[in-house]
């Protein structure tokens, strides 16, 4: 059906339905920061951006998930206990779990999928300790 693909995302960015799903597919709560996010996601060059990401990653996932055992760096791995639409901590975080046996796992109880977002002074705190441990260790 032509035109049905842009009268979908249309209908999927109106405020209403853009701040129920921040607010409950993603926990996102603060006001602001979701008519923020609405604001760049309705642009055309994040929907381009959006577009060729799904398109460049969709095929390589799958490969590169089957490979993570390999890796032997230090690894940090953040999650957003509040998240409910992609990846919830169960299965996904703890096949990462299983797959990253030596990776330090930081659960944020208080952040949903928008970490960055949620709990900027929480991750950057957790970023910097990990880099600090890291650079210890060298």
Do not use: N
Not at 56 to 72: D, S
Request: with cysteine.
């Amino acid at each position: 059906m032509p035109g049905l693909a842009p009268a979908l995302f249309a209908l999927t960015v109106s405020p209403p339905l853009f701040g129920w799903q921040m607010r409950t597919l993603f926990g996102l709560s603060d006001e602001a920061r979701i008519a923020e996010y609405r604001a760049a996601y309705v642009s055309r060059q994040c929907r381009r951006a959006v577009a060729r990401a799904v398109a460049a990653w969709a095929p390589v996932l799958p490969p590169v998930a089957g490979r993570l055992r390999l890796l032997r760096c230090p690894v940090l791995l953040l999650w957003g206990m509040r998240d409910r639409w992609i990846f919830p901590w169960k299965p996904f975080g703890e096949c990462f779990l299983r797959d990253l046996p030596r990776a330090r796992v930081v659960k944020l109880h208080r952040a949903g999928h928008f970490l960055q977002l949620e709990a900027p002074a929480e991750v950057a705190h957790h970023v910097a300790d990990f880099v600090t441990a890291c650079a210890a260790r060298m």
